[in-house]
């Protein structure tokens, strides 16, 4: 193919495959990894097109040569139905049409393209007129379609979530410690200590094999408190100690406007605190979790043990519930969770599951209002429960999907 003469000169430019290595390294850094993952995907069809429909090879096609028709028939071979995945090499790539596309699917493509051609584009590895640039994108727009979403589509299926639980539960590999290397003056100087050098390595092993414990413990609470308590993420960092009420397995959280309400846990879900909340305070220890609080005036023995055991109850019951167990957080104080971690903790879990799907902290609130309302059909207790303040908003997840309406209709006038 003849190169186009607004084209940057190819020997200026990389080939496709080391160009869509360094856009996914640069939007790694503001995007979570399911953006990122559904852009290669998108990057990976797109190179699959160029090579069985145009007869191209990608690993050898300079990105200055990259044309706005090939986005736009990738696109429509996509949505078409054409194969997704390279065929076995023996029986070469299949030209059968397969089942159409979704809408939301083909959306996913276009802006995964779309944003490729645009970044490469700031790189000055493709110049293109702008109006080849808007001819492409309402190309692109016609394609796409209008997605119609509902709330439905933000809650997750009920095996996703078993399965960010399984993975949740699963033992962490702890690192193992590397071998000391050997202490030599020319390295430390005359004063070396091996032996306390070997100690210290030995003592952040130690640390770490406690903190991979902890924040195994601590996100399988999270995740199923997540699961039954319909509460929001701020709700959630938001509690400490305190809030919890034993004797009704339930939690004060403060919502939206400063109101307060009572979430309600889930037998697994409050097990699964109080296992968490119990190796704390066992693999922190007592001393070193709690500030130490001042010795009163000198008193009898049992009095000042009373104060003391009454002063260290008020620490733990001012604790988060839900703390930070990274190296920064340290050992010697309880810090808060914040939901920003929450969130990177449910990417890195996706990633880990090998899922393909986005899963927020909120969709696990889509989830518990959908499941109250289809299991009671109670609307003002589902309001409730959710401390929303307007019923308007909590009518949106009495939305039921088109198997259930069907099911209802045969139910009441048979099959």
Same mark, same amino acid.
């Given at each position: ?77 996509? /949505? /078409? ?148 308590? @319909? ?18 397995? *339930? ?17 697994? /879900? ?17 001393? /070193? ?20 055991? *009454? ?42 599951? @090998? ?61």
């Amino acid at each position: 193919m003849e190169n186009p003469t607004n084209a940057v000169p190819p020997e200026s430019s990389p080939v496709l495959p080391q160009a869509v290595t360094a856009f996914l390294a640069d939007i790694a850094a503001g995007h979570s990894p399911a953006t990122v993952k559904t852009y290669r995907v998108s990057l990976s069809r797109f190179q699959l097109y160029l090579e069985s429909q145009l007869g191209l090879n990608p690993a050898a096609l300079p990105v200055s040569h990259l044309q706005p028709d090939w986005a736009v028939g990738c696109v429509r071979w996509i /949505a /078409a139905g054409q194969p997704l995945a390279p065929a076995q090499p023996e029986a070469g790539v299949s030209t059968r049409p397969g089942p159409r596309t979704p809408k939301a699917t083909v959306a996913t493509y276009v802006a995964g393209l779309s944003r490729f051609y645009k970044w490469c584009a700031m790189e000055r590895w493709l110049a293109l007129p702008a109006d080849d640039f808007e001819r492409m994108a309402a190309r692109l727009k016609d394609l796409r379609g209008k997605v119609q979403r509902t709330i439905l589509d933000k809650v997750p299926p009920d095996d996703i979530l078993d399965a960010l639980l399984a993975e949740v539960r699963r033992l962490p590999e702890i690192p193992a410690p590397s071998p000391a290397e050997p202490v030599t003056p020319e390295k430390t100087g005359p004063a070396a200590n091996p032996s306390r050098f070997r100690g210290s390595q030995r003592k952040m092993a130690e640390s770490d094999a406690r903190r991979y414990q902890l924040l195994r413990l601590r996100n399988v609470a999270l995740l199923e408190t997540l699961r039954c308590t @319909g509460a929001r993420v701020s709700e959630i960092t938001g509690l400490n100690r305190a809030d919890l009420d034993a004797t009704n397995r *339930r939690a004060r959280v403060v919502g939206k406007g400063a109101k307060e309400r009572w979430v309600y846990f889930s037998p697994a /879900a409050w097990e699964a605190v109080q296992l968490y909340l119990r190796s704390r305070s066992r693999l922190m220890g007592e001393a /070193a979790a709690l500030k130490a609080v001042p010795d009163s005036p000198p008193a009898s023995p049992a009095r000042k043990a009373g104060s003391r055991a *009454r002063s260290l109850a008020a620490d733990l019951a001012g604790q988060p519930l839900f703390a930070r167990h990274d190296r920064g957080a340290g050992w010697k104080e309880v810090k808060p969770l914040l939901p920003h971690a929450i969130e990177t903790m449910l990417w890195e879990l996706v990633e880990q599951a @090998g899922l393909e799907v986005k899963i927020t902290p909120h969709r696990f609130r889509h989830w518990f209002a959908t499941r109250m309302l289809a299991a009671t059909g109670d609307l003002a207790t589902t309001q409730d429960l959710l401390g929303h303040a307007n019923p308007a908003t909590t009518r949106i997840y009495a939305q039921v999907s088109e198997s259930n309406k069907q099911k209802a209709h045969q139910e009441v006038f048979g099959k």
